[in-house]
């Protein structure tokens, strides 16, 4: 077996020094893209996390949590609008420091080398999870122009899955011409693309970043509505 290996770390550009191969097969990175003091600062989590939103335990206070779940699921789900929307996201990374610098580069930046970096992740995980489509958290036109790619659809492809657009996000310039009631009480941020066939089928969303978690229910509640049968989530960070 042989393995390709970068030269330079694609995060900080510095060499990476030859190692030996153990490592390399035992990791989920098959080829050696990043060097070992960045990979060592990609935090995986681990351990106990929110049933719902993958939230890991170990960074959530004791009074915060009711039972498996955390307490801003805890208040999703109360919510009968919003009760069994999302039926669990999980993400890969703590969204630390230093992740947040690789994500600004490669979204902000343009950097779509690190595709390379995070897709195995992406592919190992999707693996564990029984869907029928993967779908991308989309830009709204505008953004997608800016910054020329949409960052949840590249770690898709990179992962060498296929990728499924079902939303179209309405931008935000558009949506500040309603007045603020408006926007409360509709916060609708997607539509569904017509004639999608949605019907009975279940759901991946992939995004870079769950914050509070409201961009992805709101895009899982209206594949709900248009018919899917359940929806999970896939995000890099947390
Ligand atoms: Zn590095
Ligand atoms: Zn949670």
């Not at 890991?56 to 004791?62: I, R, T, Y």
């Not at 564990?128 to 949409?150: C, H, Q, W």
């Not at 970043?209 to 248009?226: F, P």
Request: hydrophobic letters at 40%; one cysteine or more.
């Amino acid at each position: 077996m042989t393995f390709l290996r970068q030269d330079c770390c694609l995060i900080c550009h510095n060499p990476i020094s030859p190692e030996i191969g153990w490592r390399v097969i035992f990791s989920v990175q098959q080829e050696q893209l990043i060097c070992r003091e960045c990979e060592s600062k990609l935090e995986k989590i681990t351990g106990k996390t929110c049933q719902i939103c993958g939230r890991p335990f170990q960074l959530v206070a004791e009074d915060f949590r009711h039972g498996d779940i955390c307490h801003d699921c805890y208040r999703w789900e109360e919510d009968s609008r919003w009760q069994g929307v999302l039926k669990r996201n999980q993400s890969l990374f703590v969204y630390n420091d230093f992740l947040k610098e690789v994500l600004a580069k490669f979204k902000f930046r343009g950097d779509y080398d690190l595709v390379r970096v995070f897709a195995p992740y992406v592919k190992q995980a999707v693996q564990k999870i029984n869907a029928d489509l993967f779908v991308p958290i989309p830009l709204s036109s505008e953004r997608l122009y800016e910054r020329g790619f949409n960052q949840a659809a590249a770690l898709l492809v990179g992962a060498g899955l296929p990728v499924t657009e079902l939303l179209t996000r309405i931008h935000l310039e558009k949506q500040s011409k309603k007045s603020r009631t408006e926007r409360i009480h509709l916060p609708q941020v997607f539509n569904v693309i017509q004639n999608a066939d949605i019907q009975g089928r279940s759901i991946v969303l992939i995004d870079d970043i769950y914050t509070t978690g409201s961009t992805i229910r709101h895009g899982a509640r209206l594949l709900q509505q248009a018919g899917a049968a359940s929806i999970q989530s896939l995000t890099l960070a947390r």
